[in-house]
């Protein structure tokens, strides 16, 4: 059974930090880039950071480029996104995803954890 579970959101104040988790289990995870999207009320979602299977080739959007930081372990199956200096803007849910580095229609998804920035 495929599994991407998401840890590690809540409450944060404007200019704190967040690690969010992707646990992964079910699929061969280092066969598979791992990606963070977020959606925010009203808004559609949003892909906001890549890391290539081998987890030497990351990307980011404009938003979050020097303030985030994806990464895998491969050992343990996981993905994390460690996120610096938040804004209220970063507010949404943030998501995981699989996808396998060949067949692109191969792919799953997380529940999502809700992230957010507020005073």
């Known amino acids: 059974q495929v599994q991407l579970v998401e840890s590690g959101g809540g409450l944060v104040q404007p200019g704190g930090s967040l690690r969010l988790s992707c646990a992964a289990s079910?699929?061969?995870?280092?066969?598979?880039?791992m990606r963070w999207y977020r959606q925010a009320p009203g808004k559609e979602r949003e892909l906001v950071a890549v890391?290539?299977?081998?987890?030497?080739?990351?990307n980011y959007v404009d938003s979050v480029k020097g303030r985030f930081t994806i990464s895998r372990d491969n050992a343990k199956n996981t993905v994390y996104l460690q996120m610096n200096s938040l804004k209220p803007e970063d507010t949404a849910v943030y998501y995981c995803?699989?996808?396998?580095?060949?067949?692109?229609?191969?792919?799953?998804w997380g529940q999502g954890t809700q992230v957010t920035v507020s005073s």
């Open positions: 995803n699989a996808v396998h580095f060949l067949v692109p229609s191969n792919a799953y």
């Open positions: 890391i290539r299977s081998a987890g030497s080739s990351t």
């Open positions: 079910g699929f061969t995870f280092s066969q598979f880039a």
